[in-house]
């Protein structure tokens, strides 16, 4: 039903910074959580932050607390990831996901979104 597009990927240096883009369409996301998780290659897919769905709570993972941020515009229909700092442990597939319910907050949640995005490739070179 709700379709998610995300944009805003590429190649960086290390401590330079990328703004992903989460486009919805088909629906709103104003009645969901929303999240951002990654995938590096040959690794499992991991969260990165989530957003409630008033946009007033955040979660972040460890390996990205202080240098990105999750953000919502309900009447763009868009969620961000601001990714400031950036390391090449960062490079990773970025994918973006729906939750009707629960704001995600572990990896675990990969199991319980709603929908997902293809992701953009962000690439941080050493």
């Not at 990328?18 to 929303?34: D, E, K």
């Not at 955040?58 to 990105?68: I, N, P």
Request: some cysteine; charged content about 15%.
């Amino acid at each position: 039903q709700v379709q998610l597009v995300e944009s805003g990927g590429g190649l960086v240096q290390t401590g330079g910074s990328l703004r992903l883009s989460c486009a919805a369409s088909g629906g709103t996301i104003s009645g969901y959580a929303m999240g951002w998780f990654r995938q590096a290659p040959g690794n499992k897919r991991e969260l990165v932050a989530g957003i409630n769905r008033s946009g007033g709570s955040q979660y972040y993972a460890d390996s990205v607390q202080g240098r990105f941020i999750i953000a919502r515009d309900n009447a763009m229909n868009t969620v961000y990831l601001q990714m400031n700092s950036l390391k090449p442990e960062d490079t990773a597939k970025y994918l973006c996901a729906a939750n009707w319910n629960t704001m995600p907050t572990s990896t675990a949640s990969t199991y319980a979104m709603d929908y997902w995005g293809k992701g953009t490739l962000v690439t941080v070179s050493s």
